[in-house]
């Protein structure tokens, strides 16, 4: 079972940013599920958030900043620890810490119209061009699944699932041609993961911060984990194996 680091290592440094994604590549673990959003100017940032208020402390909309204003939003000014600034990064810049990387899960966030899930796929493929072999690219929206189907994209794709419709969830991804679902944690439970399994589609849980949780799933088979808390999980597997 992978252990994929939550949008980083959000419970060990700042989330979705160049130290997060450094800090797990020096732990060794080479797995690592992020968020993409296209900006007006098209470059592709990584980012949770639809505003950066959480992350940085400051109430600014991301659609109405281009690439070239992000020196102004430090990600990292919530941890008082932290030694460095870091600004969010463009998704170019974080593939060059990850060309090692086994599992890249890239989370396509929600978009308004069938028209931007074209526009942001477009680029995404081009972006990830050298990742075909271990990226996964996932979703809660439909139309980016739909959008990556109509452009016969290379690449595999994930469905994530955060709302309880049972048995749907597997025949929506298989409609999809996905090969993964995501599972929220709290819906993943044995029943339906043996169903997803014989349905023949791999599986990632989030977010599993629980040692024992875990450990459970690993049981089950369960091919990745993804967890804010990534150095304590692999301290704690390794012992548990």
Request: glycine content about 6%; some cysteine; overall charge negative.
């Amino acid at each position: 079972m992978l252990i994929i680091g939550h949008r980083g290592a959000r419970g060990e440094a700042p989330e979705n940013t160049l130290g997060g994604f450094q800090y797990i590549h020096d732990l060794g673990i080479r797995a690592v599920e992020f968020d993409v959003r296209l900006l007006k100017d098209q470059e592709l940032i990584i980012m949770h958030d639809d505003n950066f208020i959480r992350t940085t402390g400051i109430d600014q909309n991301i659609y109405q900043c281009a690439s070239n204003e992000l020196d102004a939003y430090n990600q990292a000014a919530i941890w008082m620890d932290w030694k460095h600034i870091e600004m969010t990064p463009k998704l170019s810049q974080a593939l060059k810490i990850m060309q090692d990387f086994q599992h890249l899960e890239v989370e396509v966030k929600a978009v308004k119209t069938e028209q931007d899930a074209e526009a942001l796929t477009t680029v995404l493929e081009k972006a990830l061009k050298g990742f075909e072999e271990n990226a996964v690219i996932t979703s809660f929206d439909l139309k980016i699944h739909q959008a990556l189907q109509k452009q016969q994209s290379k690449f595999k794709r994930g469905l994530l699932i955060e709302d309880d419709i049972g048995l749907k969830s597997i025949d929506q991804a298989l409609a999809l041609e996905c090969c993964q679902i995501g599972w929220m944690n709290q819906l993943a439970s044995d029943e339906m993961i043996h169903a997803t399994q014989k349905a023949g589609l791999n599986l990632s849980v989030w977010t599993v911060n629980d040692v024992e949780r875990a450990k459970h799933l690993r049981e089950l088979g369960v091919q990745g984990l993804i967890t804010d808390f990534p150095k304590m999980m692999q301290k704690e597997l390794q012992q548990i194996q």
